[in-house]
Structures are given as C-alpha cells and as structure tokens.
C-alpha cells in the first residue's frame, strides 16, 4: 500500500511553544503537528526476494539512497531501519510515500516525499546520497546520535520544505547548505555542536522559525537578525559576544521583522545597552535576555510592547530605577528583573504586577525591600559599563501611542529604515535617507 506523508508544519508556531523551546525534544513533543512526526506502525510487508530488482526499477536512485543511509548508521538499537529490506522503498518504517510534487497526481508512480526518524537513537552520519532522494519534502531525524558535518549535497533538495537535525552530534560550521535549500520553510538544529559565526543569510531565508539554540555558536548576532520574517528566533544558551542588534528592518505589519513573537537571548555574553529599536516590535510577545551581561537603564521604549506577555531581563547588569510605564503592560504574565542592579521600584509597580503575582525583582539593590543584594554589592555595581546608557525617565516614548500601541507613528533607525505602523514618508525624507526622532 503506498504510505502518504502526512499533513505539512503549521505555518506559525504559537508563544506557547516557549516553555518547551529549550527542551531536546522530538517535533511531536512540541506540538508541532503530531501527524508529519507519526511513525508508520505495524508491520512492515515481507522483503522483497530479490533487492536487484531495485537497482533497474523506476524508484532505483531512492532504494540507492535509502541504503546508503542505512549503511551509514553503525548503530540501531530499537531496529527502527529493520524493515529496510527490498525494492519496496514505500514499506520501509519511518518512510512516507506520495505523488510527485510537480504532478497533477493522477496515474503517477509514488515517490519518496520524506523520512520520520525521530527518537531512534540511531548513531551514525548523514551520507551525500540522501540528495538522491529527489522529491524529499520533510527529512525529521531529531533525537539520535548522529554526527559530523552536514552535507552539502543537501542543497540539491529542492522540493524540501523541512529539516529537523536536533538533538544530535552534528558539529562543524553552520550548515550553509541548509541556506540553498530553495524550498525550506522550517530549520531545526538545536542541540548539536555547531560552532563558529553566524552567516547573515540565515535570517534572509524566508523560514518560519529558526532554533539555533544550544550550540557552540559565536561572535556577534548578525544586524540582519531584524530582518527575518520567522515568528520565532531561539538563539539562546550559545556563544554570542557584542550587542544586541538594533537595527531595525521594515517592522510594522507585513514587513519582515513584523511577524517575530517569540527571540530567546538568554545565556550568552552578550554586553552594552538594551536597544530602544526592541520596544517597537509590533508582534513581540516573549522576549528573554537574561544571563548576559547588559547594561545601564532600560530604555522608556520597553513599555510600547503592549502584547509582550513574558519580558525575563534577569541576571544582568541593569541599572537604575525600573520605569514605571513597565509596569503598564496589560498583557504581561512573567516579568524578571531580578539579580540585577535596580536602585528603586515604584509602587505602583508593586500594586500593578506584585498582586498578579508575575513580578520577580528579587537580588536587586532597592532599600528596604526583602531579598535584595548585599550592601557592598550595591556600592560595587558596573555603574561605569552602563554610562553609555543613561536614559531620563519621561512620558510614553514617541511611536507607543496611548494605549502602547506602536503603531502611532515611524521612527527611522538607520538608513532608510522605518519603525512602528505607518509607512515611511516622512517630509523631507528622500528613498536611502536617515531620519532621526528623538525619543525622550
């Protein structure tokens, strides 16, 4: 019977996906579409008698493949590649068949359309052939030990919409590949061992997510990074050194940068100022940069996040007074500002967020407020890595709105760049321009 791949990867991955983003889990734990990560149970029809028949059939390149991929694996202790046996490609387990994606469908002989080895525990490498696998639409190995570099003959799946390598042993450069996938919507390599930069065109592919989280990754977070149109980008518990990117890349909706809900920072040495540039995230709902080392006052821009819903800021440098428009965020339900250097908390804060139980300020320098810092640590704070950025507390920043909204009005960062809802077309402002507003 000839297996069909199920449904593809939703489009929009949820804020909810959050609490289990750092989690070496395989896709169908994350709720990621329980269907595309489901194994063909039962089973499998006998071995074919004769496996030669393969090598001048019609499906010839994938038996070849398929086999090339099984001899590669050196360990299989649950048997998952058992039934791996025969010209019969579309009976192997974890194997999905369908019509050829460049036809109508009808009378068409089926052909690979993906492979579903998650949590097989399989060790071994990732062979070149697997490219031979023309019409490959989803390749999920999450959840194994394989290893190695990732081959660059993936490039040549060019109807290949996604790619889960996590939680394995890859290692090497980032898998610029992956990039000339001219199809791929969804790229997975958590939990491996990649190293070294980041190539700006990862976040000028048109993915849906991005998880590089939990590699060896280093260097300075690409500016591109706004650039992105993914509505989750997972950078955290990696290498990352410098800024965080302020550059600011047609946000507002529909533009690229528009659509982003969830980034993780966290746990990076990532240093300098929180940049005003994130608080016109139009689509922002979980932003973590705690475990850095950022410094100095939080920007007044933080409180145009009006759909921001978990704000961590834990475990910096910060410095100050937190601002009271912070504490204005309706939607949020966890905001962490503990163990860093906040000199004052306002009331209100405490009125507003304390009695909702979703503030943590704890291991702060704020007099007369149980769980703060020891005195000589507060007298000791990084006061001199944080006079770059000194902000003045004052009104609602330009672009928030009443109501937080920041669609009402655009701010130029950069060159020829706008910021907020409306579109760029400030007087005066010619195509390329800079456009400078001053946000008190």
């Known amino acids: 019977m000839t297996r069909r791949r199920p449904p593809p990867f939703p489009a929009r991955v949820a804020a909810a996906v959050f609490l289990l983003l750092l989690n070496p889990a395989p896709t169908s734990q994350l709720g990621?579409?329980?269907?595309?990560?489901?194994?063909?149970?039962?089973?499998?029809?006998?071995?074919?008698?004769?496996?030669?028949?393969?090598?001048?059939?019609?499906?010839?390149?994938?038996?070849?493949?398929?086999?090339?991929?099984?001899?590669?694996?050196?360990?299989?202790?649950?048997?998952?590649?058992?039934?791996?046996?025969?010209?019969?490609?579309?009976?192997?387990?974890?194997?999905?068949?369908?019509?050829?994606?460049?036809?109508?469908?009808?009378?068409?002989?089926?052909?690979?359309?993906?492979?579903?080895?998650?949590?097989?525990?399989?060790?071994?490498?990732?062979?070149?052939?697997?490219?031979?696998?023309?019409?490959?639409?989803?390749?999920?190995?999450?959840?194994?030990?394989?290893?190695?570099?990732?081959?660059?003959?993936?490039?040549?799946?060019?109807?290949?919409?996604?790619?889960?390598l996590s939680n394995n042993l890859f290692s090497g450069p980032f898998p610029a590949s992956t990039l000339l996938i001219p199809s791929l919507v969804y790229l997975d390599l958590r939990f491996n061992a990649f190293s070294g930069e980041l190539p700006p065109e990862v976040f000028a592919k048109d993915l849906d997510a991005v998880f590089l989280n939990n590699n060896q990754f280093e260097g300075q977070i690409p500016d591109t990074l706004w650039a992105s149109p993914a509505t989750v980008i997972t950078l955290a518990n990696n290498r990352f050194t410098g800024a965080v990117p302020a550059a600011a890349y047609e946000f507002g909706a529909g533009g690229a940068g528009g659509r982003v809900r969830e980034v993780l920072f966290l746990n990076n040495n990532l240093t300098g100022c929180v940049p005003e540039a994130l608080g016109f995230l139009p689509s922002i709902q979980v932003l973590d940069l705690s475990y850095n080392a950022l410094s100095g006052h939080l920007p007044g821009t933080i409180s145009c996040l009006s759909g921001i819903e978990v704000l961590n800021l834990a475990h910096n440098q910060l410095t100050g007074e937190l601002p009271d428009l912070l504490c204005d965020l309706r939607r949020i339900i966890n905001l962490s500002v503990s163990f860093n250097f906040f000199s004052g908390i306002s009331q209100r804060c405490d009125r507003q967020l304390g009695s909702r139980g979703v503030f943590d300020f704890v291991g702060n320098c704020v007099p007369g407020r149980d769980m703060q810092r020891p005195q000589p640590e507060c007298d000791e704070f990084p006061g001199e890595a944080g006079l770059s950025c000194l902000r003045i507390p004052g009104a609602r920043p330009a672009g928030c709105g009443g109501g937080g909204d920041a669609a009402g009005a655009t701010i130029g960062v950069g060159v020829g760049v706008g910021v907020g809802g409306l579109p760029f077309g400030l007087p005066g402002a010619a195509a390329g321009g800079v456009v400078t507003v001053t946000v008190p």
């Open 32 to 164: 990621l579409g329980a269907a595309i990560a489901a194994w063909i149970h039962g089973s499998p029809p006998p071995p074919s008698p004769d496996d030669t028949a393969a090598a001048s059939g019609p499906r010839s390149q994938e038996y070849t493949a398929l086999q090339a991929l099984k001899a590669a694996v050196t360990e299989d202790p649950k048997g998952a590649l058992a039934s791996w046996q025969g010209a019969n490609v579309c009976a192997y387990k974890g194997v999905y068949c369908s019509a050829p994606p460049d036809t109508a469908g009808a009378g068409a002989s089926a052909v690979v359309a993906g492979i579903d080895l998650n949590r097989a525990n399989l060790r071994g490498t990732l062979p070149d052939a697997v490219s031979l696998l023309a019409h490959l639409t989803f390749l999920h190995l999450n959840s194994n030990r394989l290893g190695g570099a990732v081959p660059d003959a993936l490039r040549d799946l060019q109807y290949l919409t996604e790619l889960d």
